[in-house]
Each structure stands twice: as structure tokens, then as C-alpha cells.
Nanobody, 126 residues
């Protein structure tokens, strides 16, 4: 019954910004390790950003460091992804995901996550 719903995607020009949101229901959000992934047509789903449940520590793929910021608001069961200085290569369907299993510090593999949203489209034009 755990459900994740993303929103906030859209069409922007190079250098623009977007803020994605993911609302989680049906589970204990505050104990989940949350992540954002993205997938372009014909390509593998790739890790973008993660946030640990224990201390809210964050980590990112190299190509988005300094431009993207992941955060969460436990009271609203919501995780965010602020994207600045967007580039055409950021164009993809962005997915929110939740992991409930323990044993790792960094969750960068899609198979680490048990729950997924339906995705929100981000398109960056040049």
C-alpha cells in the first residue's frame, strides 16, 4: 500500500530551474532511505540523488553535484529535488524511490529500492 507520487516536472530552457516533489503515503516515511532516479528513452535508469533517513545526509551523481539539492520534510511525508542550472542532458523522466532494507550507507542501485513513483517528465531545451 506504499505509494509515491511525483510532481513538478516541466519544460524549461538551459539554465532554468525546477523543483520536483514526491509525496509518500501508506508507510513510515521518516524511516525510509529516499532517492531520485531518471531515465531517458532507450537508456538505463540512473541514480541522481539520495538522502539517508538517519541523519538526512545527502549524496549525488557527479554530473549534478552543485546544481541539484535533495531534501525532505518528514511532517509532510515529502522529498524534494531542487534542480538549478539545468542542461539538455538532464532531460528525462524523473522517478522518486524509497528503500526500506538496511545494510548499506549509499543506495545508488535501482534494485536497492522497493517502492517507486510513476515519474514526472523534465525537458530542458537548448
Amino acid at each position: 500500500q506504499v505509494q509515491l507520487v511525483e510532481s513538478g516536472g516541466g519544460l524549461v530552457q538551459t539554465g532554468g530551474s525546477l523543483r520536483l516533489s514526491c509525496v509518500v503515503s501508506g508507510g513510515t516515511f521518516s524511516t525510509y532511505h529516499m532517492g531520485w532516479f531518471r531515465q531517458a528513452p532507450g537508456k538505463e535508469r540512473e541514480f541522481v540523488a539520495g538522502i539517508r533517513w538517519s541523519d538526512s545526509g545527502t549524496y549525488y551523481r557527479d554530473s549534478v553535484k552543485g546544481r541539484f539539492t535533495i531534501s525532505k520534510e518528514n511532517a509532510k511525508n515529502t522529498v524534494y529535488l531542487r534542480m538549478n542550472s539545468l542542461k539538455p542532458e538532464d532531460t528525462a523522466l524523473y522517478y522518486c524511490a524509497a528503500a526500506t532494507s538496511a545494510g548499506k550507507y549509499y543506495y545508488t542501485n535501482r534494485y536497492d529500492y522497493a517502492y517507486w513513483g510513476q515519474g514526472t517528465q523534465v525537458t530542458v531545451s537548448s
